[in-house]
Each structure stands twice: as structure tokens, then as C-alpha cells.
T-cell receptor, first 111, second 113 residues
Framework: GNSVTQMEGPVTLSEEAFLTINCTYTATGYPSLFWYVQYPGEGLQLLLKATKADDKGSNKGFEATYRKETTSFHLEKGSVQVSDSAVYFCALGGGGNKLTFGTGTQLKVEL | NAGVTQTPKFQVLKTGQSMTLQCAQDMNHNSMYWYRQDPGMGLRLIYYSASEGTTDKGEVPNGYNVSRLNKREFSLRLESAAPSQTSVYFC????????????FGQGTRLTVV
């Protein structure tokens, strides 16, 4: 079946540092890949997505590229802010498949 | 535009009590979902409704029942709550089963003592 593995947290960074959160997946077919973000006390919201190999999703300075050869979808941001502190979930789905989530990675950004 | 609305936001139950979590969406979505979120486990699908009139089990359905009341509403019922059901519950909806984006409610934090 489909599965998603993402790096464990928490990840603690200083403001303006570079962020990478690793995500790898196992899937049958050609799923879409997603990053969702959960701010404290809120539900999940879609951050970015990529629907086919080599696509790059981007939003709010975050980027991730769908790499079929390495089955990865790593999340990156060049300069994090305190307001980026949240839990980030990698997920796959679409194409008739249910969403499958990773376990989430908590990011803490300090001044 | 409210999106996905869940009630209540917080609830404390005693073991053996029952309750229903309510969820409504105003985006005219066909598919709705119930997830639970536990530390270190991510989100796990409890039940889903691919379209009005249908419901199916997800990964962790034991101890729960659901009702797709109409296209807008999808409720989750705990018949006899157990401490293992202490969790944060999220309702979500999407245009269709397997759509490329799901929209989530704010969650219900449930504690069973």
C-alpha cells in the first residue's frame, strides 16, 4: 500500500535559516504529492502540491519538487520566519487514491 | 465562506459515554472524511464518504460509526467511549474521492477519562 515517511522533529531553527524537511514515499500508480501545514490550534491547510514527476510546487516561499527517481518530495524554504512555526505534513493521494499522511514534523523558529 | 465547520471544539467524556461529533461543509463537496490525530502517528482515516449516500471504513474504524446525513453533513459517533479514543478529530472534505486537495475543519479535542 501507499506510505509516507518524513523526518522526525522537532526541528528548531533560528530566524532566516534555511529549512529542509525530508519526505519520501512508496506508492502504486502516479499519485499527487502534497505538503499540508497545521498552525497551533488549527486544522490542516494545503501549503503546496505537485501532480506529476518533476513538477515543483511553491507557495509562501516554500518549495518542493516531485522526484520520481528518488521517490521524494522534500520541503525547502530559503529563510524561515517565526510565523512559520507549525507542524508540516507530507501526503500523497489523488488519482482515485485516498490521502495518506506522514507523521508530521514540528518546526520551531526562534529569534 | 465558513469552509468546514466542526462541533464541539472540546469535549471530555467518561468511559462508556456516547457522543456525536458534527461536521458540515459549505463548498458543495461530494466527499467527506473523518481523521484522528495522535502524537507520532500522523493522521489516520477513520471513515469516509466518497459521495452522498455512501460510507466506508478507513484505517481505524473500530469503535466508531458515521452518518452522511446529506451532502453537507457527516457525523461521527462514539457509542461507548474508551480512553484509547482520546485524540484530536478532524473532519475534511474534497470535491471528489481522490481529489487533489482536502479542506479541514479546526478539529475536536476529545478526552475520555
Amino acid at each position: 500500500g501507499n506510505s509516507v515517511t518524513q523526518m522526525e522533529g522537532p526541528v528548531t531553527l533560528s530566524e532566516e535559516a534555511f529549512l529542509t524537511i525530508n519526505c519520501t514515499y512508496t506508492a502504486t500508480g502516479y499519485p499527487s504529492l502534497f505538503w499540508y501545514v497545521q498552525y497551533p490550534g488549527e486544522g490542516l491547510q494545503l501549503l503546496l502540491k505537485a501532480t506529476k514527476a518533476d513538477d515543483k510546487g511553491s507557495n509562501k516561499g516554500f518549495e518542493a519538487t516531485y522526484r520520481k527517481e528518488t521517490t521524494s518530495f522534500h520541503l525547502e524554504k530559503g529563510s524561515v520566519q517565526v510565523s512559520d512555526s507549525a507542524v508540516y505534513f507530507c501526503a500523497l493521494g489523488g488519482g482515485g487514491n485516498k490521502l495518506t499522511f506522514g507523521t508530521g514534523t514540528q518546526l520551531k523558529v526562534e529569534l | 465562506n465558513a469552509g468546514v465547520t466542526q462541533t464541539p471544539k472540546f469535549q471530555v467524556l467518561k468511559t462508556g459515554q456516547s457522543m456525536t461529533l458534527q461536521c458540515a461543509q459549505d463548498m458543495n463537496h461530494n466527499s467527506m472524511y473523518w481523521y484522528r490525530q495522535d502524537p507520532g502517528m500522523g493522521l489516520r482515516l477513520i471513515y469516509y464518504s466518497a459521495s452522498e449516500g455512501t460510507t466506508d471504513k478507513g484505517e481505524v474504524p473500530n469503535g466508531y460509526n458515521v452518518s452522511r446525513l446529506n451532502k453537507r453533513e457527516f457525523s461521527l459517533r462514539l457509542e461507548s467511549a474508551a480512553p484509547s479514543q482520546t485524540s484530536v478529530y478532524f473532519c475534511a472534505s474534497s470535491e471528489a474521492w481522490g481529489s487533489t486537495e482536502a479542506f479541514f475543519g479546526q478539529g475536536t479535542r476529545l478526552t475520555v477519562v
